[in-house]
Every structure is written in structure tokens, then in C-alpha cells.
């Protein structure tokens, strides 16, 4: 019988990847697209990749598919190659090469069908997803950054920005997308004719997110392609200026990725310079912060000493 989940627990297949010598390439990829039977498309999603000793999250849904996995190098064609002919909308899908590539970001492949591919508690059919903002690259993302009839957009959550944004980026204040979009319009409510340029990781969240304002009537909507990934990769290939600052917030077991020596944060409990996230150790808390070295000695990688406490003599 095919197997198509994990049996594995999560520590086991942490140690492994420890252990494991394969190089690796973490990549991401999205696309909107209408699948009629998402359930079978998981599936088969799961066969392939699981042979391709694929690790990551991938989610489904009759909208289309969202994906940040890490695949062995050796095998990297072959899982393009696999993806391009999965679904003539799939055939050269942009995919984004992480910027610290070589990390070891997940260590088990889960991919699920879910109502959306990006939360956003937006009803159902209101929205043309095809109906868009434009796309800008690289050269002129820097060409507008400084404009004073532009206004640039973070759509990503409140801790993804505190730790690295583009240079006069307004922030949605927010800790999921679905509460940033009733805010996004409402911030900006009075700049319905200015330049409004969206960016978040990889571009996912600002596809839906321009949409969104353009249904709202906003009338210069812009997207950076590919978000900071695709907009770092560019201006480093091309030797641009890069106006992004401090680091690049990433879902996986890396945390983030550098992208200039810029320090924008500081740490939860003694307000030093810092940008290092981390998750409480107590387990009860998990509270993900920002945290420096020697607070970390001090707190026993705990958020405060009440976590510590509790882990230490099982108060709390």
C-alpha cells in the first residue's frame, strides 16, 4: 500500500537531518490557478516529492498551490522538471531560490489541502485574482524607492518587519495577513491615487493583497516580482544597490536570512541591538522573540524568568 504521510516523529527526522550529508537547495514557489480536485492533486504531489526526497510545506486548494520545500541538489531538475508537468499552469513556474540556500530549513515534507492557499478572510468570489498589480524588478523598485509620490507597502507580519523592510516602507501593523487586509485600506485610505508598491517575501501574500486594493479601488497598484527573494537574487546578479535592510524572516528552521549588516531590532529583554529570533524553551510559551546572547545564558533561552522557572522547577 502507498504510504502518503509521515510516520516518522519530528525528533527522529530532526537528528537525521543533522546527520545528513546531502547538499541541499531551499527554493519557494506559488501560483493561482483553479484545481478541480485538490485532494488528488496533494496526493499525487506527495508520491513524487516523497520519492524525490523532497522535505518542506506545501499547501493546496482548489486556488492553487503555495510551496517552500529543500530538495537534495542532485535531484533539483528532476523535481522541476516533475513540478513544469504537474499542470499545464505550472509549465516554467517562476521558482525562487532562497538567498541562504545551502541552510538546512525542514526536515519532513507535509503538505495539506486547505480552504485557501494563504489565509486572508476575504468571502468567497469577490475577488479577480488575475486582476492584479503590476509587477516591478529590481531596477525599478530602487528607481522608485525615493520618489515622494510612492508609497511603499510591507505586507508581511509585524515580526517579519522588525527585523529587516525596505527604506520608508509603511508597516501594516499585524501578526497574520488576514488582519493586515482590512488595515491595508484603511491606512491608506486617503492615497487611493498615489503609487502604492507591495512587497513581502517571496509574493504570494501581496498577489492577493493587490487584488484586494485594486477591488477596493485603489488605481496605481505595483507588486515587487517575486518579492524581496527574487528582488535580492536580481540586484546581486545585476550588482544593484540593494535597499533592503537587516535580515530576510523565513518560515523554516533557519529563522532568517542575512541581506545587509543593518541591525533594526532589539532584544525582548535588555533593549541591546539584536535580530536574532528564537521560540521559548518552555514549551507552554513557545513565544517567539527576539533575544541576544547573553540574555539567552541569563534566561536559559526562556522569553522571561517566570519560563524559566518553570522549566527549571516545574513552576509557573
Given at each position: 500500500m502507498v504510504v502518503l504521510y509521515n510516520r516518522i516523529s519530528n525528533k527522529e527526522l530532526k537528528a537525521r537531518l543533522i546527520l545528513e550529508d546531502i547538499p541541499r537547495t531551499t527554493v519557494s514557489f506559488y501560483k493561482y490557478f483553479k484545481i478541480d480536485n485538490p485532494k488528488f492533486f496533494r496526493d499525487k504531489l506527495y508520491y513524487y516529492l516523497n520519492k524525490l526526497k523532497v522535505f518542506g510545506r506545501v499547501y493546496v486548494a482548489d486556488e492553487g498551490i503555495n510551496a517552500q520545500i529543500s530538495v537534495p541538489d542532485f535531484l533539483y531538475a528532476d523535481?522541476?522538471?516533475?513540478?513544469?508537468?504537474?499542470?499545464?499552469a505550472l509549465n516554467n513556474l517562476h521558482i525562487n531560490i532562497a538567498l541562504d540556500n545551502?541552510?538546512?530549513s525542514f526536515w519532513v515534507l507535509s503538505i495539506k489541502v486547505r480552504n485557501r492557499i494563504i489565509s486572508d478572510g476575504i468571502r468567497e468570489n469577490i475577488l479577480n485574482i488575475s486582476t492584479t498589480g503590476k509587477y516591478i524588478e529590481a531596477t525599478e523598485v530602487n528607481n522608485m524607492i525615493n520618489d515622494p509620490e510612492t508609497i511603499f507597502v510591507d505586507m508581511r507580519n509585524s515580526y517579519e518587519y522588525k527585523i529587516g523592510h525596505f527604506e520608508r516602507a509603511v508597516e501594516i501593523p499585524a501578526n497574520t495577513f488576514r488582519e493586515q487586509l482590512p488595515k491595508v485600506i484603511?491606512?491608506?485610505k486617503n492615497y487611493k491615487n498615489k503609487k502604492i508598491i507591495l512587497y513581502c517575501t517571496g509574493g504570494i501574500r501581496c498577489e492577493k493583497a493587490s487584488a484586494w486594493m485594486i477591488y477596493n479601488g485603489f488605481k496605481k497598484v505595483y507588486q515587487i516580482k517575486g518579492g524581496i527573494i527574487e528582488y535580492v537574487n536580481y540586484a546581486r546578479k545585476k550588482g544593484l544597490p540593494i535597499m533592503f535592510k537587516g535580515k530576510n524572516f523565513v518560515f523554516d528552521r533557519?529563522?532568517?536570512e542575512i541581506i545587509s549588516k543593518d541591525i533594526l531590532s532589539f532584544c525582548h529583554q535588555c533593549g541591546e541591538s539584536c535580530d536574532s529570533y528564537v521560540n521559548c524553551a518552555n514549551s507552554n510559551c513557545h513565544l517567539l522573540f527576539v533575544q541576544c546572547i547573553n540574555c539567552i545564558k541569563k534566561f536559559n533561552n526562556c522569553c522571561s524568568l517566570a519560563c524559566k522557572d518553570h522549566i527549571l522547577h516545574g513552576v509557573f
Open positions: 523535481m522541476k522538471s516533475f513540478i513544469y508537468n504537474l499542470d499545464a545551502k541552510g538546512k484603511d491606512i491608506l533557519r529563522m532568517s
